[in-house]
């Protein structure tokens, strides 16, 4: 018996044994200890045909030989699958990684290409929520390649999901790649071509390339507009002001946007799409140098989402620099530790780097100089970690601000 075919039947009965949720100790017996099982997993020791009788008794398997090795191992993905997809609905995201992995490895080692579309939209989008953006693009652009024929829908999933894993990596341009792939595809829906427009347009927005994130926000409102799709169409609306925002700060054309947001939020009930549009007016208020009202709107917004996420995240952010302003020290502190958890857990250099540039500034208010420094060095440090080029940018500019005599404003 060659090696691969002995480590084809061990990786089958771990394999299987995981996918059905048991332990070793649950294939051992008076003959079979735990210890001889772990030694087969590991492919040190050949099962003999009645060990492998035993194992399929305890499977639920017809049969279990070498001669079925690739049988059992196309079960044996298959159950992983379907476990991981379990654990997500669950809510169990990093177990969900963790199977649903383990399926993909297998399918690509065995070239079971046909599990692709029922497994790798929901191993990206857990990659991307455990933190794992990375392992998400990679496993994105290799499953696209090998997906068979006749899986539309499934490849324009795995597409959209990389992008956006892409995204949360700050890999900006080579996401506007992937949903413009989508876009130009003669089978996308309107609904899916208004995502694929905000989704470039805030990559374009983060690169700091405003009018081309102007530009498709705008396409993207004709479409929501036609279908009178109202979630869409307050979510345009929020996009268009926060481009404005990004670009000029307190500029009063976002307002009518945000009204309209606010409404369509109202009609539809939808908190988070309301606390986006709060949020947005907080912005303004902030940038418009109305710190109270400016303080009252974002505390609502972070209260409204009433989750810590990286879109609270931001959204504290915004926070920490109106108490940082305010001179509310202890609440700024407070609030950049928020951040700082949020980061934490999920795994967000560029959160991270975001909390680092409110000490940053805070410390430099404060006249503590050696403090602000460090900051603002750990704050550009993990923007370009990030590959953020245009938070770099605007931490450089806030930090200049704050070094000449008597900086009372800051981003």
């Given at each position: ?23 070793q100790k649950d294939l051992a017996t008076d003959g079979i200890p735990v210890q001889v099982i772990d030694l087969i997993e ?151 071509a208004i995502k694929m427009l905000l989704n470039s347009g805030t990559c374009y927005m983060n690169m700091g390339e405003f ?104 959204i504290l952010d915004d926070l920490a620099h109106v108490y940082i302003l305010r001179g509310f020290w202890r609440k700024a ?79």
């Amino acid at each position: 018996m060659d090696i691969a075919t002995m480590q084809t039947v061990g990786d089958a009965i771990r394999a299987i044994r995981l996918g059905q949720g048991l332990e070793q100790k649950d294939l051992a017996t008076d003959g079979i200890p735990v210890q001889v099982i772990d030694l087969i997993e590991k492919n040190l020791c050949w099962p003999p045909q009645e060990w492998l009788n035993h194992f399929a008794q305890v499977f639920g398997l017809p049969v279990f030989s070498s001669q079925t090795s690739n049988q059992s191992m196309y079960h044996a993905a298959q159950l992983l699958c379907d476990e991981g997809l379990k654990c997500n609905e669950r809510g169990d995201q990093p177990n969900a990684a963790d199977m649903l992995m383990k399926a993909y490895d297998m399918i690509m080692a065995y070239q079971f290409y046909d599990l692709l579309p029922q497994s790798v939209p929901t191993l990206l989008q857990v990659l991307s929520l455990s933190g794992r953006g990375e392992d998400a693009v990679r496993v994105g652009m290799h499953a696209v390649t090998c997906m068979p024929q006749g899986f539309c829908q499934a490849r324009r999933d795995v597409l959209i999901r990389t992008g956006a894993a892409m995204m949360g990596i700050n890999d900006f341009a080579r996401a506007i790649d992937l949903f413009d792939e989508v876009l130009n595809e003669p089978t996308t829906d309107s609904v899916t071509a208004i995502k694929m427009l905000l989704n470039s347009g805030t990559c374009y927005m983060n690169m700091g390339e405003f009018e081309q994130a102007r530009h498709l926000y705008g396409q993207a409102l004709e479409i929501a507009d036609e279908l009178q799709e109202p979630f869409w169409l307050a979510w345009t609306y929020i996009n268009l002001a926060a481009v404005e925002l990004e670009q000029y700060q307190a500029v009063p054309a976002i307002l009518p946007y945000l009204d309209r947001a606010e409404q369509l939020a109202i009609e539809m009930d939808n908190v988070a799409v309301y606390a986006a549009a709060v949020h947005d007016r907080g912005a303004y208020y902030l940038y418009a140098g109305k710190l109270g009202l400016a303080q009252r709107l974002i505390e609502n917004a972070v209260e409204y989402l009433g989750e810590e996420s990286a879109s609270a995240a931001y959204i504290l952010d915004d926070l920490a620099h109106v108490y940082i302003l305010r001179g509310f020290w202890r609440k700024a502190d407070e609030t950049i530790a928020r951040m700082m958890k949020i980061a934490d857990e999920i795994h967000a250099v560029r959160v991270r780097a975001l909390a680092h540039r409110r000490q940053m500034q805070k410390s430099a208010r404060m006249g503590k100089h050696d403090d602000a420094e460090k900051y603002f060095l750990q704050a550009m440090d993990g923007f370009l970690q990030a590959h953020h080029a245009f938070d770099a940018r605007r931490t450089l500019e806030l930090w200049q601000k704050l070094q000449r005599p008597c900086a009372a404003f800051g981003e």
